[in-house]
T-cell receptor, first 110, second 114 residues
């Protein structure tokens, strides 16, 4: 599975959009991009995934560059409850061995 | 649905003792995953099952670790004998199928080995 690179931390003002980047320059053609988040002391929570096209659900939007070497998770209106560690993972399917990495700690401030 | 259920939530044991962690996946899910999270190594996949059969156990750290899934609604992760370096949070997750992409995680078991 391809490795990912994320900034260790980011801040965002409450009510503003949070844009979390992820680099995955060695991604293979059949690998998906997944995003999970982990709120302190809880289990990780699935957010969204994509292969090539941009995706949107009730939680977030995922923008994948045309060359698929990077992506951005967008939380359109961040709230204090969005403060968490956000993990970007690339792998072929939802099963299989993978490492979540260090992720990005997003702090939403009032 | 109650979500993925793990027990116990906290376990403190002495080095050398046997530890058994338990997981009940979401009903109808046919994939089950065991993860370990530490500050040093992050969140690591230890083993996963499909339809109660272990598919990949290459993440299991050593022979002291074993996992079983006797039926679709129950799995155990056993450490025997336990060591202080096994202290971590252990998560269980389940997924509906490989065709679906969401893994649902349980609340975790915080294990402390003294």
């Amino acid at each position: 599975d391809a490795k990912t690179t994320q900034p260790p931390s980011m801040d965002c003002a409450e009510g503003r959009a949070a844009n979390l980047p992820c680099n995955h320059s060695t991604i293979s053609g059949n690998e998906y991009v997944y995003w999970y988040r982990q709120i302190h002391s809880q289990g990780p929570q699935y957010i969204i995934h994509g292969l090539k096209n941009n995706e949107t659900n009730e939680m977030a939007s995922l923008i994948i560059t045309e060359d698929r070497k990077s992506s951005t998770l967008i939380l359109p209106h961040a709230t204090l409850r969005d403060t968490a560690v956000y993990y970007c993972i690339v792998r072929v399917t939802n099963a299989g061995k993978s490492t979540f990495g260090d992720g990005t700690t997003l702090t939403v401030k009032p | 649905d109650a979500g993925v259920i793990q027990s116990p939530r906290h376990e403190v044991t002495e080095m050398g003792q046997e530890v058994t962690l338990r997981c009940k996946p979401i009903s109808g899910h046919d994939y089950l995953f065991w993860y370990r999270q530490t500050m040093m190594r992050g969140l690591e996949l230890l083993i996963y099952f499909n339809n109660n059969v272990p598919i990949d156990d290459s993440g299991m750290p050593e022979d002291r670790f074993s996992a079983k899934m006797p039926n679709a609604s129950f799995s155990t992760l056993k450490i025997q004998p336990s060591e202080p370096r096994d202290s971590a949070v252990y998560f269980c997750a389940s997924s509906l199928s490989a065709g679906r992409h969401e893994q649902y995680f349980g609340p975790g078991t915080r294990l402390t080995v003294t």
